[in-house]
């Protein structure tokens, strides 16, 4: 029987990571261990809340790293794995905090991480393709410096230590430097219980209706912040009014979108929507709500989207995903 990872310590870290929805959302965000010439990455696909339980973690031995991209192997590595191999920590953990993203997509975010972080020793990466393009970029702006907090644009968090307790502080004390505090007011909103179509419904996360009310929804339909939501619900959403009857007839009857968002009414979802797509649009309704009216966002480019949907790895990660 093959030897599964040594530090117990680590999962149960891996494991509160993944349930903390304002770290990470479902599939989204991966950690890694090194123990000796080995290196324990979570696989692509999977869940880091199931880190205690299931055998999520691939090891990759440091000395052979040419198979980590293997397309024929049943399971592969998740996509982040250079960026994992690159780090010389021995703990890595990359998260799609709800914090990090809301501050990383506004146009002057890396003054504001300036100011928030003042005394720490940090790094800032512009957007690029997650990936080895992703760990490239850091290669060449880290400069060969050491680096235990690397905030990525549009994208997430990286924090590195050389163990699971001062990783997991480390990540705490950032978190609490960078949080926002969401500013809807509104925690019931005023819609229906129940949306009447054959394959649609209302987003079982109730608080994310609140979206629909929110003055600065229309901006934030004019494109993608972030890459899993281009991965898995697709570019930017559909937004419609609710008098506008006929768009929203036309929507139902071709039945193809994941969700949309109807103004002052509510979040309506596929009914066979994925229980993975439905965190995802929970994130965007969590980022949504610590973004001010008067923040200018950068959005992701339309190459950008084609990159992430043309992409083979992510095409991958999608088939897995529960």
């Given at each position: 029987m093959s030897q599964y990872i040594k530090n117990k310590s680590f999962l149960k870290l891996s494991e509160r990571i993944g349930k903390n929805i304002f770290l990470v959302q479902g599939a989204g965000g991966n950690t890694?261990?090194?123990?000796?010439n080995l290196i324990w990455v979570k696989c692509s696909g999977t869940w880091l809340a199931d880190s205690a339980k299931k055998k999520i973690f691939l090891k990759i031995n440091m000395n052979h790293k040419s198979d980590i991209n293997d397309k024929h192997k049943i399971k592969r590595p998740s996509i982040e794995?250079?960026?994992?191999?690159?780090?010389?920590?021995?703990?890595?953990?990359?998260?799609?905090?709800?914090?990090?993203?809301?501050?990383?997509?506004?146009?002057?975010?890396?003054?504001?991480?300036?100011?928030?972080?003042?005394?720490?020793?940090?790094?800032?990466?512009?957007?690029?393709?997650?990936?080895?393009?992703?760990?490239?970029?850091?290669?060449?702006?880290?400069?060969?410096?050491?680096?235990?907090?690397?905030?990525?644009?549009?994208?997430?968090?990286i924090v590195a230590e050389e163990s699971c307790k001062k990783a997991e502080d480390l990540l705490k004390k950032i978190e609490s430097k960078i949080n926002i505090k969401k500013l809807s007011k509104t925690t019931k909103p005023k819609v229906p219980n129940t949306f009447f179509s054959e394959n649609y419904r209302l987003i079982k996360y109730s608080s994310c209706n609140l979206m629909a009310y929110d003055k600065k929804i229309r901006l934030l339909s004019k494109g993608s912040l972030y890459p899993d939501h281009v991965v898995f619900l697709g570019p930017g959403f559909t937004l419609i009014k609710k008098d506008q009857k006929k768009e929203m007839e036309k929507i139902l009857k071709q039945n193809k979108l994941k969700f949309f968002i109807v103004e002052s009414f509510g979040v309506v979802v596929k009914k066979n929507i994925r229980e993975n797509e439905e965190v995802m649009i929970k994130a965007l309704s969590l980022v949504c709500d610590r973004i001010k009216l008067k923040n200018k966002v950068n959005f992701l480019s339309k190459r950008n989207e084609c990159e992430l949907l043309s992409w083979d790895q992510e095409k991958y990660r999608q088939d897995l995903i529960r």
């Open positions: 890694s261990i090194k123990e000796g794995t250079s960026l994992h191999l690159m780090m010389p920590q021995k703990v890595v953990i990359h998260v799609h905090s709800i914090n990090a993203i809301a501050l990383s997509v506004q146009q002057n975010a890396k003054s504001k991480i300036s100011r928030i972080l003042k005394g720490f020793k940090w790094l800032w990466i512009p957007y690029v393709k997650p990936g080895p393009d992703l760990a490239k970029k850091i290669e060449i702006l880290r400069k060969g410096k050491k680096y235990n907090i690397i905030f990525l644009a549009n994208h997430g968090l």
